[in-house]
């Protein structure tokens, strides 16, 4: 089977991954002039209590992933010349609910609604035009995580966050099923990432990026024109989130 470059297919550029960690480092850096241990400690019991909630906003770049199916190197697709994907840009909102394990160590869930834009471009060779296929979906999504945290200096905290992501489409899709290009409407992601806790007088603030793979094929249908050139579609995200607790 041919099998997609993972750079090409996921189109994967530096600046892509440079902007958001950018980002981060921009926020952070103003926090690490509180870094100093003798700083007054804003909210210095937060971390003590088991149980905290709060909210977060979040921006997302997101692609699909795509294998080539054995059928795609035969006669019958001779007139293809290739499918690629491109980054589409979305955002998403929701909870925190945050449970204490130990000093170093969180279990958290964060149910959310996101919003995706997914595109796949057609391209022929027998004169026929560019063919884009956009999935539009709203999504609801269950993250189950586990938090790492270094030890707090000053008003800043680090940590490395991990885990799982369930997803059911809730609204979608409805352009691309008359298009005869069907995805799946559930979702299983792997998430790994990391942030920085900024204690303040009143609240928690966490700027954190976090990367997530998706384990399913969402491919639906493999026997019509648009799904028959494909063996796999799976989506890959990368995103920032602003959280409040």
């Known amino acids: 089977m041919q099998r997609a470059n993972i750079w090409n297919k996921l189109d994967l550029r530096r600046y892509k991954v440079i902007i958001p960690m950018a980002l981060i480092l921009i926020v952070c850096t103003n926090a690490m002039g509180q870094k100093r241990k003798w700083v007054e400690k804003n909210n210095p019991n937060y971390d003590d209590r088991k ?28 007139h293809i010349h290739s499918v690629t994907a491109k980054w589409k840009y979305g955002f998403s909102i929701g909870f925190i609910t945050n449970y204490r394990i130990n000093d170093q160590l ?4 964060t149910p959310k609604v996101a919003f995706y834009e997914h595109e796949l471009k057609y391209a022929y060779l027998d004169g026929t035009a560019d063919k884009i296929k956009l999935v539009e979906t709203t999504v609801v999504e269950l993250p189950v995580l586990l938090k790492y945290k270094s030890e707090r200096r000053g008003n800043v905290r680090m940590y490395m966050i991990g885990g799982i992501k369930p997803g059911v489409e809730a609204s979608g899709q409805k352009e691309t099923k008359t ?24 609240f928690k603030f966490s700027p954190e990026i976090r990367f997530s793979h ?8 493999k026997t019509n024109e648009f799904g028959a050139p494909l063996d796999r579609v799976n989506t890959n995200t990368i995103s920032i989130y602003f959280l409040f607790q």
């Open 51 to 78: 149980l905290t909630y709060g909210f977060l906003i979040g921006i997302h770049s997101t692609i699909y992933q795509v294998n080539y199916s054995d059928a795609f190197v035969t006669p019958d697709f001779d």
């Open 214 to 221: 998706g384990l399913v094929d969402m491919l639906d249908n």
């Open 179 to 202: 298009a005869s290009l069907r995805m799946k409407t559930n979702n299983l992601s792997l998430e790994a990432g990391f942030g920085f806790d900024l204690y303040y007088p009143l």
């Open 106 to 109: 969180d279990f958290r869930i």
